[in-house]
Structure formats: C-alpha cells, structure tokens
C-alpha cells in the first residue's frame, strides 16, 4: 500500500560547489497521522531510496506522470545509522536558486512516495499503523510546506481518514466486530487451529524421539541378557565368553530371533577355531610333548567336552 511520508531534511549539509546535499531524510519515531516507523523497518528501508528521483513542488493532482521540467536531481547514495535514513542528494546546476533556499534554511520539507507493508497494532494504548517495511520508494519531492498542494492534500486527507478509522476500532466492541464482519471469526479459529497444529507436531516429534530412545534401550537389554545366556551356557573360557559378549553386543541384527542365531553362529565359530589350536585334544605351547603324552587320552576327553564336541563310538 501507498504510505505517505510527510518529513522534513535534517542537519542538511550544502556543497555548493558540487550541488551535492547531505542529510536525514527520514527518522524512525510516530508521525501525526497515527503511522509508526520502527527503528528496524528504516535501517532496512536506506537502500529502497538508493537513485530515487527529486522532483520541485507536488505532482498536480490529475497528473500521472511527473514532468521532466521538475526534476531537480537524484539521490546518489543512502544509508542508515541510529538517527535514521542519511542521503547524499545530487542537485542540477539548473537548480541553483533550490541549493540556496535549502542552504539558507527557507526549504527543507520533504515529500516521499513510497511502497510498503502496514499493519493495525496498539502502541501506547493507541491504536496505529505499523510500517513493517518500506519495499519501493517512488520519489521525493522538495515542498515549500510538506502540509499543502495537490497530491499530498490528497494523501494528508486520505491519512487522516484512516487515523478516524483507528480511532473508529477503539470504540467498536467485539460482539459489533464479529456481528458485521464474521468472517473475522473464522481468521481467527483457523489462526488458532493453525498454532496448535504447529505446537502438536512439536509435541509428538519429542514424544516420538523419547519412544526412539526408550525402545533402543529395551532392545539392548533383551540382546543382552540373549547374549549372556547362550555365551554363558556354551562353557567356553572366561575370557573367551567375554570377548564374545562384546562382539555380540555390537551386532547388527533386525530381529531377536535373527540375534540369537547370530549369536549361536558366534560361538560355533569360536570353538571351532580353538579346537583348531590342539593337536589330539592337546593345545600347542601349553607343555612338553612327553607329558601331554602320558595324559593324552584323558586331555583329549577334556578338550572335546569343553567343546561341546562329542566323542564319536567306535
């Protein structure tokens, strides 16, 4: 929507020499009219203003094209700082008489065309428009009063309608607003449909990540005591059923039962491998040939029950 700026250059500095003026073009604050300016929508708005043409006096009020016999320069450059909105403005040597009234102080009132988002809010217990941001800035005019002439007139009575509006908003209860506009009602149920939706995804997003963690740590304990039974039950070293019980633990399986075959896989292997390490039942490195000798056979029965390998008959 339009927003009409009504304000005045500010600490104006003049190079004569260059036509060149320098100064706050805009500040953040409450006009008038009842529309606010927020600090952060003016930060934001200095580059919207960046090569925006100035124009001498108001448009005439059917004209929609500005004349090119009223263009008196061009903004060259803008910034923001906690004054506001800075500009350096670059005047026509053809407007000499306009550097002299600014530099002497006789001119100064601004007009700004501009774009931007508004919204209906309540600042000091005044209903009043916010400027949320200005998106486009069409020109700015030097006006020998920012209060007077043609389409700012038009702007000024327009804005001070829309003040009698807000004013209007304080006086209206509730049950009038809905009576004549309940379409106002259902904006409002679908906003609060909306919120709870948003905050019950968030909800069951935690509920299910805890469920996550709750289930992974079941399974761990179901693997766990899977494992210990079938390690411990194996009759295997003890050093040897407690490296197989961290390997177990470690293991990637889908289902218990899918596991617990796993595991039996597990142990299989490991008394495989370490019946490979005996030489008829008698482990290698473990003492002298004579002596595993003499207590062969009765070694190699040992060996094969720690084994779970059953002596064949004869």
């Not at 007009?111 to 508004?118: E, F, L, P």
């Not at 289930?215 to 009759?235: P, Q």
């Not at 407690?242 to 889908?254: G, Q, R, S």
């Not at 292997?269 to 473990?286: C, D």
Request: aromatic share 4%.
């Amino acid at each position: 929507m339009n927003i009409p700026i009504i304000t005045t250059l500010r600490e104006a500095r003049v190079d004569a020499e260059s036509c060149v003026v320098e100064g706050i073009i805009l500040t953040p604050g409450m006009s008038e009219n009842g529309t606010y300016y927020s600090p952060e929508a003016v930060m934001k708005a200095a580059p919207a203003f960046k090569g925006v043409q100035c124009y001498a006096d108001h448009p005439k009020p059917d004209e929609i094209e500005r004349s090119v016999r009223d263009v008196v320069g061009l903004i060259e450059e803008t910034w923001a700082d906690e004054a506001g909105i800075r500009a350096r403005i670059r005047l026509s040597r053809a407007q000499d008489w306009l550097l002299t009234m600014i530099a002497e102080g006789l001119l100064g009132d601004l007009s700004i065309n501009a774009m931007g988002k508004t919204r209906v809010s309540r600042r000091d217990g005044r209903v009043v428009r916010d400027v949320l941001e200005i998106t486009k800035a069409h020109s700015v005019d030097f006006v020998a009063r920012a209060a007077a002439g043609g389409r700012v007139e038009k702007i000024i009575r327009e804005s001070a309608a829309y003040g009698e509006g807000l004013k209007l908003i304080e006086r209206v209860t509730p049950e009038e607003l809905l009576e004549a506009r309940p379409d106002v009602l259902e904006k409002i149920r679908e906003k609060v449909r909306s919120e709870l939706t948003a905050e019950r995804g968030d909800s069951t997003s935690e509920i299910q990540a805890l469920e996550d963690e709750i289930e992974r740590r079941r399974t761990g304990l179901v693997r766990e005591s899977i494992a210990s039974r079938l390690i411990d039950s194996s009759k295997l070293p003890a050093m040897v059923r407690e490296f197989l019980l961290m390997e177990a633990l470690t293991m990637d399986v889908a289902s218990e039962d899918a596991f617990e075959s796993a595991i039996a896989g597990l142990i299989d292997r490991h008394r495989k491998y370490l019946a490979g390490l005996t030489s008829e039942g008698v482990i290698r490195g473990m003492g002298s040939v004579k002596e595993a000798s003499e207590d062969r056979s009765e070694t190699c029965r040992s060996t094969q029950r720690l084994m779970g390998i059953r002596e064949k008959p004869n």
